[in-house]
């Protein structure tokens, strides 16, 4: 009911009064990207979390019908590692038998695109909001190490001895869809300009940087939580 009585007030609004409620703004934002570990074929991926920045260019019509271009960037970090517990074979010989298994941890930054549709509502010096859209993902490795651990196991004695080499993570870059979702509110401490509080999710498949590594191609969700300030035009 709650919901269906805010549209039939903002379909009203936009109809008795366009003017009262059109607004252009470009906006700067600061958030935190928590990010989700897949797994998958054979593989686990495990996203760092990081702190980034949002530009936005918004234009609202009416409450019903506003749009925004977006672009943001935050470090993307990964680490890599085979899925499943590293176990002695049952045919290791008399003589002993070694088992080797590798992990990565890749350097990268993203970059996103979007563009996104936006309902709200101006009410006194607040203006609440919701927003859907879609884009593009852009992952460009910066660097990476493979790390290989050969275990040596003498039978029938519990002793091992370990190996460990690191070498250079061969990587590519990973652009992939993705779907944004999210809402918040401006409030306007002066007549142009503002504080922007909002959340936004985005929807995406799991990226594949290091060559040696398989992707999950598992579907993933990064959260931001965001703050920051808009200027009116």
């Known amino acids: 009911m709650q919901t269906r009585l805010f549209f039939i007030s903002a379909a009203l609004i936009s109809l008795l009064c366009p003017a ?3 607004q252009t703004d470009v906006a700067a934002s600061l958030y935190g990207a928590f990010n989700q570990s897949t797994s998958g074929n054979g593989t686990i991926q ?18 019903l019908f506003g749009y925004e271009a977006t672009y943001s960037y935050n470090r993307a970090n990964q680490g890599l590692s085979p899925s499943g517990a590293i176990a002695i074979p049952a045919s290791c010989p008399t003589s002993g038998c070694t088992v080797t298994f590798s992990t990565a941890a890749i350097s990268s930054n993203a970059h996103e695109i979007t563009g996104d549709w936006v309902v709200s509502l101006k009410a006194g010096s607040f203006r609440p909001f919701v927003l859907a859209g879609g884009g593009l993902l852009l992952n460009l490795p910066t660097g990476g190490t493979i790390t290989t651990t050969a275990i040596t196991y003498v039978p029938n004695t519990g002793l091992s001895s370990e190996t460990i080499t690191t070498t250079a993570a061969v990587t590519s870059t990973s652009t992939k869809g993705v779907f944004v979702y999210g809402a918040g509110v401006d409030w306007a401490l002066l007549p142009h300009i503002g504080l922007r509080l909002q959340y936004r999710g985005n929807l995406y498949q799991a990226s594949s940087l290091a060559t040696a590594f398989s992707s999950t191609n598992a579907f993933t969700r990064t959260a931001e939580p965001m703050i920051g300030a808009y200027f009116r035009f």
């Open 20 to 22: 009262c409620t059109a």
């Open 46 to 63: 495990s996203p760092a979390n990081s702190a980034g920045g949002l530009i936005e260019v918004r234009h609202i019509h009416n409450p």
